[in-house]
Structures are given as C-alpha cells and as structure tokens.
C-alpha cells in the first residue's frame, strides 16, 4: 500500500491509499466509505481487490485522514465533498492512471456520493458501484420502521441545527458529523429529493439525464438499506442507464451472513460479483 496526499482549494488535505497500484492500465476502483466510517475499514477488501485492480481508499470529510474535524465553528455538507474531496480525488488519480477505467464504489453514503458526483460531472467516471447504499427516503422501509427511519433522521437534523454540529456518540448513531452534514441527509430522508445546501445545482433532473454502468449489491439482513430504498435511489437514473441490482437473499450462495457492515469483513462473495460485473 502506498499513500497520496491530496490538497483542496479550500486548503483541506486528505491521504488516499493505495492498493496494487503497479500495473498503470488497470481498472480503478475508488471505496468511498458509509457514515462515520473510516478508509481502514475497507482496507480488507481492498487488499483482495487489488489482484485484478488498483483499488483506493479514502476517508469522507471530517474523518479519518481528513485534516478537517466537524465543530460548531467547522461546518460542510454535501457540497464540499463533492466538489473539493471527491473531485480532487478524481482528478489527481486520473493524471496517474490515464489509461484506467474508474469506478466510485460506496458504501451507504458514500455510495450516494458517489451517484451525486457522477449527475454532476457526467462522463468523468465509467461505473458505479454500490454496496449496501440506498436513498435515506423513508418510503424505502416498511411498515413501522418507515416512521423510525422518517422521525430518526429528522431528530438527527434538528440536533445538528441546534448545536451546529452532531455528537453521534453522544446519540448512539454515527461520529461526529457536520451540522449541514446531517442537513442534507434528513432533509432527503423526508423529501426523497436530493437538493444540497448552498448549492445551486440541480441535482435531480441531472440524475434523471445519468446515464452510467451501475452495479447495486444489496442484503436481506440489512436494514439499514433495504431493497426498496437501494432501487430508490437508482431508479433516479435515466431509465436506460444499465443498471445490474443484486439483492442478496440470506440463501443466496455467496452470501456470508451479510448485513450492513459484515460484508467488509468477509467480503469474498461482493468481490466476487464485482470482478464478474466488471470483466
């Protein structure tokens, strides 16, 4: 594994993490992680990734590597991930690997990242690839666990507004994140739209224009991305992206008692789907 520093306009840094990065001419794989979670989770499924690809790691804003910490005096959304993290990330990786394809895969947020970067900068990436990701739109759950999700994410945004930031640990869900962070997060939850603060992309309509290889692996045991939210939030896609979903039943025979975040742990089954996706 090699590093990479990235800088920002905005003076922020970051580190990338490289795996099997020899071979210039392969296909990129870049793990963006789920809320709160750092690169170093990724790193044993980047490691089996990397026989076939270069694959890279990277903490989201605010965490890990990042050299920027959420308070109630530092504060970023949607915004700022995409157009100062991912699309540095994006652009320092291109100018070394020029002959690769590049992938986004995420993970829970990071995967709607991911979608959100790929409707804003259409065609500078081939593919996604999302693992346990779905839209937070509480339709995509049923029964009373639609209200929990809805009532949730909504008393998250209000702690946030409230202290200008969110302690997670204090709440028992998440790190410590930004107070537009969690803005933008529970107002999609309860609109289904994505519409990022101080930014005045449209960023529906551009998701209804994408058109990109996508691959989604869902889980029966995850319940924090069910199968209905993951198709909510490809189904924002032109409808003639191809789009591959996966949803694995517990009896599916690669699934290794996966849910939301096991699938990291033991991930030769999601390895698997992805090498056959991608070759």
């Known amino acids: 594994m090699k590093k990479i520093e990235l800088l920002n306009s905005d003076g922020s840094t970051n580190q990338l993490q490289v795996f099997g990065g020899e071979e210039k001419d392969r296909p990129v794989i870049v793990i963006l992680p789920a809320m709160a979670v750092k690169s170093t989770y990724y790193h044993s499924i980047a490691k089996i990734?990397?026989?076939?690809?270069?694959?890279?790691?990277?903490?989201?804003?605010?965490?890990?590597?990042?050299?920027?910490?959420?308070?109630?005096?530092?504060?970023?959304?949607?915004?700022?991930?995409?157009?100062?993290?991912?699309?540095?990330?994006?652009?320092?990786?291109?100018?070394?690997?020029?002959?690769?394809?590049?992938?986004?895969?995420?993970?829970?947020?990071?995967?709607?990242?991911?979608?959100?970067?790929?409707?804003?900068?259409?065609?500078?990436?081939?593919?996604?690839?999302?693992?346990?990701?779905?839209?937070?739109?509480?339709?995509?759950?049923?029964?009373?666990?639609?209200?929990?999700?809805?009532?949730?994410?909504?008393?998250?945004?209000?702690?946030?507004?409230?202290?200008?930031?969110y302690p997670g640990k204090t709440f028992g869900f998440g790190g410590t994140e930004a107070k537009t962070v969690v803005i933008d997060w529970s107002n999609q939850s309860r609109t289904g739209k994505y519409v990022v603060s101080n930014d005045p992309f449209d960023y529906e309509t551009a998701l209804g224009k994408l058109k990109i290889n996508t691959l989604a692996i869902s889980f029966e045991a995850d319940d924090m991305a069910p199968e209905k939210a993951v198709e909510n939030l490809y189904l924002k896609f032109n409808p003639t992206s191809p789009i591959k979903h996966i949803h694995m039943r517990d009896n599916h025979p690669l699934n290794d008692n996966y849910d939301h975040y096991s699938w990291t742990k033991r991930p030769v089954g999601v390895v698997k789907l992805i090498k056959e996706w991608i070759g």
Do not use: N
């Open 49 to 165: 990734l990397s026989q076939d690809f270069i694959v890279v790691t990277m903490d989201l804003r605010g965490h890990g590597e990042s050299s920027i910490r959420p308070s109630a005096k530092v504060d970023f959304g949607y915004k700022e991930m995409i157009e100062l993290d991912i699309k540095t990330m994006v652009s320092r990786l291109q100018m070394t690997y020029s002959r690769s394809k590049f992938y986004l895969m995420g993970h829970s947020l990071g995967g709607q990242m991911a979608c959100l970067f790929a409707a804003k900068y259409e065609g500078l990436i081939d593919g996604i690839i999302l693992v346990g990701c779905g839209s937070v739109y509480y339709k995509g759950w049923e029964g009373a666990s639609k209200f929990k999700t809805l009532l949730g994410a909504q008393f998250i945004g209000f702690i946030g507004k409230t202290l200008g930031y």
